[in-house]
């Protein structure tokens, strides 16, 4: 009976069927979403790099706002990574009053962080912009990027908690649905904006505004219905004090991993931004290309961890193995097909996002110095993200934010100390050094999760699994 109230009310057990099959229909949408969410800015940067009146400095400006916006965003990734992670458990374990609990608690929890998220867009935008050395021919524009990105961050949220709740729920196509259908709206509107009214850089921010809008609210709405069918003998309490203590504690590593690789990526680009605005065009157009080949593996591995969390909540260990090696295979041939395309015609998609006779040759240069050698190491970083997520999954928050912290480490160090000698294929080569490191260690922390040793050390006595969550 309880099997069939879960069916009906439109989610998934990740604890019983066949690993390949589960994962696959489970994560194919998830990945699905990744590649829509990341068309977000790339198709502002597709129309304001080819149809703005000034379309060099126009991606320019969309870029380094990205890298502002980006650090906003770490907070959001952080409650649909959190949030997923606990509703999970609960629902592995067939708790649906903690579950509900859990929704209730995380909504206040998160406007909180929204709110915070908000006043640091806001109020931080000009020190930014100092900070990043951006040029005053295009701050303006960049600005206001940044602030009509800072004034959606309600529906950012929204989106994220509703996505992960969703996901943990082992319901990951309705997200899926809702955000194509808001992307393409996203389409039409950067079109209007930006063709037909002119409004350039304004123009694709309010397009981006107004979709994420309404894909915040029609998950919003499923996902009050699917709470509803729930089974639940007890009233849920609006906010739990221990939940949401939990729901930071799984929020923040993945908070502070998105926040630092952000400031990372904030201290890059101000590099760049000093080799020339050549090389700013460049790597906008590279960076692009890149963080949509690993964007789909890392949302692969968040069900990934979904999918551990659920398992580990029964004592289901050994399919936790397998389910990790069927998502490194999964995400190894997504790498290898964006390896191929990239490597293979890396001015063809540089051009894609700016008017060809507007290119620079020492820009397109630049974006094809990036994109061949850094996607060269993505199944590199594949191994690491996937490791991350199982480590993340099992609850090791530590051992992720140390492979985490390492990588953004090494990269901005690498490109201070690289660039020097070898220009701007040191940032490049930065990325490969430690994407490279950071593989070693997730891999290791992986290694040592408590509930798995004994499958990986036969001599290793299991841990029994914790009863909080029956």
């Not at 608690?105 to 000009?126: E, H, Q, R, Y």
């Not at 649905?177 to 350039?200: A, E, G, P, T, Y």
Request: charged share 10%; glycine share 8%; proline share 3%.
């Amino acid at each position: 009976m309880e099997e069939k109230l879960v069916k009906k009310s439109g989610t998934t057990d990740l604890t019983h069927g066949n690993v390949w099959k589960v994962l696959l229909l489970y994560c194919l949408p998830i990945f699905g979403s990744a590649m829509v969410q990341q068309l977000y800015s790339l198709v502002d940067l597709l129309v304001v790099g080819n149809f703005a009146a000034n379309s060099n400095l126009a991606v320019n400006a969309v870029g380094n706002a990205t890298t502002i916006v980006n650090i906003l965003l770490a907070f959001a990734l952080g409650a649909n990574a959190g949030c997923s992670v606990i509703v999970a458990q609960y629902f592995g374990a067939k708790n649906h009053l903690k579950v509900k609990e859990t929704v209730n608690t995380s909504i206040v929890t998160f406007s909180v962080l929204c709110a915070v998220t908000m006043v640091l867009g806001f109020g931080l935008g000009n020190v930014s912009m100092d900070l990043l050395s951006v040029d005053s021919s295009y701050r303006a524009d960049c600005l206001t990027y940044l602030y009509v990105y800072a004034g959606s961050m309600p529906f950012v949220f929204l989106y994220n908690t509703g996505c992960g709740i969703c996901s943990a729920l082992g319901d990951s196509k309705t997200p899926f649905i809702f955000l194509v259908m808001s992307s393409l709206l996203n389409v039409v509107l950067d079109l209007l904006f930006v063709c037909v009214f002119h409004w350039d850089v304004a123009g694709a921010a309010w397009a981006t505004f107004i979709s994420q809008a309404i894909s915040a609210a029609l998950t919003a709405y499923v996902l009050a219905r699917k709470l509803k069918k729930l089974p639940c003998e007890q009233k849920p309490r609006m906010f739990v004090k221990d939940i949401s203590r939990s729901l930071m504690i799984a929020s923040v590593p993945v908070i502070l991993q998105n926040a630092f690789v952000s400031v990372g990526n904030f201290f890059v680009g101000k590099r760049i931004n000093d080799i020339g605005i050549d090389a700013t065009t460049g790597f906008t157009a590279a960076f692009k290309l890149v963080s949509m080949a690993n964007m789909g593996v890392s949302q692969m591995t968040s069900g990934l961890a979904n999918f551990c969390s659920q398992n580990k909540a029964v004592g289901e260990y050994k399919r936790i193995v397998k389910g990790h090696l069927v998502v490194l295979v999964y995400c190894l041939i997504t790498n290898a097909i964006f390896m191929a395309a990239f490597i293979s015609a890396p001015e063809f998609f540089t051009r894609l996002f700016v008017d060809s006779s507007k290119l620079t040759p020492d820009a397109l240069a630049y974006s094809c110095n990036f994109i061949v050698i850094v996607t060269s190491f993505l199944p590199v970083v594949c191994v690491k993200i996937v490791c991350d997520g199982a480590v993340r999954g099992c609850g090791g928050n530590l051992g992720f934010t140390i492979s985490t912290f390492t990588d953004l480490i090494l990269r901005v160090a690498f490109v201070y100390i690289l660039t020097g000698p070898m220009g701007f294929s040191g940032v490049s080569w930065a990325w490969a050094i430690g994407w490279s490191v950071s593989m070693f260690i997730a891999a290791g922390f992986y290694f040592a999760i408590p509930c798995l040793r004994p499958i990986f050390f036969k001599n290793h006595k299991p841990k029994q699994p914790k009863p909080d969550l029956k």
